[in-house]
């Protein structure tokens, strides 16, 4: 089987923090906006079920939900771009990693089919 | 979901912060004025923000749809952003008495435009941070790109 269940959750774990990149994306485009809430994925959440569940659809919907603890500004705003800015470089440096970790996966199978021959 | 309606947002981002900058420009550069085009002082104008679902390029949904099945319940709740109306000051103008300037009126009161300038200055230190933000998330949208096709490459 050319792709492995780990490659699957790497896989997963990708669509994942592109996910949330598009969300840190929405809240920094509507971070003026009045009333906008900031949104953010349950992370944790959405891997587990990827480790709990490995013969299931291996990219179910993904659910958002608004952001706790945040400030509130005077216009009902309470995006803060200090936490979307850091959560966008902790995103992209996680998903370097995981781009990594998914060019090792390929290249072994392109190595064992090259050893193969 | 695609990586391109990321772009889409962050653009919606990048034009929405530069429509308020041009608009904070202009408030800035009138605020002296007392003869506008429509004959009055002055009003100051302000954006006001909306979010907005926007609809992904046919490109970017076919593209996905080849992919995998679209997730439409979170292409809704991830939203870009839009002017939603150009809002007139209405505040009451600034009299001084100049009885000598062309605008004067028969009581001899010039009538300025009453708004704060360095109100519109602040905020528009917060609207190139704003834009810089937006910016950033591109460079990171590119980076994910590049990396994504660098896993591919032998």
Redesign the interface.
Known sequence: MLISEQTLLVARY?DLL??R??????N???????G?RA?DIDFDREMARAFDQPGADP?P??A?HEVEGLRVKNDGNNVS?DR??QL??D??IR??LA??M??GN??AV?TAIREAR | ?S?F??LE??S??LS??RT?VEVLAQNIANAETTCAADGGPYRRRRV????ERRPVTPFGTGLARVV?PV?R??DR?????RIAELRLDDAAPEMRYQPHHPDADVEGYVAYPSFNLVEDMVDLT??V??YQ??L??IA??K??VA??I?????
Do not use: H, K
């Open positions: 990708m592109t996910s990149q598009r969300l840190v994306a929405a920094i485009a509507n971070a003026d906006t009045p906008y949104r990219f919907p993904i958002t771009l979307e800015l966008l470089a995103t992209g998903f370097n781009a990594q998914l060019r390929i290249q392109r | 979901m990586l309606s990321i947002v962050s919606s981002g929405a912060q308020r006001v923000f909306e979010a995998r997730d319940s979170f709740e991830t939203q870009g952003v917060a609207a941070r704003s933000a937006n950033a998330v990171s949208v980076e994910i990396r994504t660098d896993s591919g490459r032998s």
